[in-house]
């Protein structure tokens, strides 16, 4: 069964730092990989994708993410984290034979402190 | 930027009350979904839909459920008869290209909330 995990609830950084929001994923096939985020009161916001090619994958806002198909992830990361980071995020994943659905992971809060 | 807009921002209803919720997705756009996301819990799909049918739907769009789209740029869902679970935020989803490498662009959601 297709499975998104996001295995951590909240993290923690300090403005400045450098910020990871971890995601796994369980798909047959090769995936489909996107990341989301969500502003209270908000709908979700496309940050970026992994669809074929190169495994760094790089999208708005300063974000990109590493697809690593050994270790089934898509971290999400930053080098600067941002007080205006601080959001959920969704990790999602569709595969190539059930192509109309997205899975999302449960959402990690990222809280930035100045 | 184009957007996706919804229609109510949040509603209120009683339970056993029909209930529709209006999405615009983005003009050009033809492929569209409909998401929930019951409080505290994961987005789940719903249903897809594309050439004016249904394209795949989720085992929680059972026959309460249907979507329409009733002129060439509204998307509605209906609930016939709102339960207690069905309180959540849905969001409308629209996409120009054909699945799976296509990006959804969400809007920005209706609270549904049944009493």
């Known amino acids: 069964a297709q499975s998104v995990a996001q295995p951590e609830d909240q993290v923690n950084v300090a403005e400045g730092n450098p910020l990871t929001v971890k995601c796994t994923y369980s798909v047959s096939g090769n995936p489909y990989l996107f990341w989301y985020v969500q502003y209270p009161n908000r709908g979700l916001q496309f940050l970026l994708k992994?669809?074929?090619?190169?495994?760094l994958v790089k999208g708005s806002y300063g974000f990109e993410a590493e697809f690593n198909k050994s270790q089934t992830s898509f971290h999400l990361k930053k080098p600067s984290a941002l007080v205006s980071d601080s959001a959920l995020y969704f990790c999602?994943?569709?595969?190539?034979?059930?192509?109309?659905?997205?899975?999302f992971g449960s959402g990690t809060k990222l809280n930035v402190k100045p | 930027e184009p957007e996706v807009t919804q229609t109510p921002s949040h509603q209120v209803t009683q339970m056993g009350q029909e209930v529709i919720l209006r999405c615009v997705p983005i003009?050009?756009?033809?492929?569209f979904y409909w998401y929930r996301q019951i409080l505290g819990q994961k987005v789940e799909f719903l249903v897809s839909f594309y050439n004016n049918e249904i394209s795949e739907k989720s085992e929680i769009f059972d026959d309460q459920f249907s979507v329409e789209r009733p002129d060439g740029s509204n998307f509605t869902l209906k609930i016939r008869s709102t339960k207690l679970e069905d309180s959540a935020m849905y969001f409308c989803?629209?996409?120009?290209?054909?699945?799976?490498?296509?990006?959804?662009?969400f809007g920005p959601g209706t609270r549904l909330t049944v009493l």
């Open positions: 003009s050009n756009h033809l492929y």
């Open positions: 992994y669809i074929t090619g190169d495994n």
């Open positions: 999602a994943v569709r595969d190539r034979n059930n192509f109309n659905k997205f899975y």
């Open positions: 989803a629209s996409s120009d290209r054909v699945p799976p490498s296509d990006t959804q662009y």
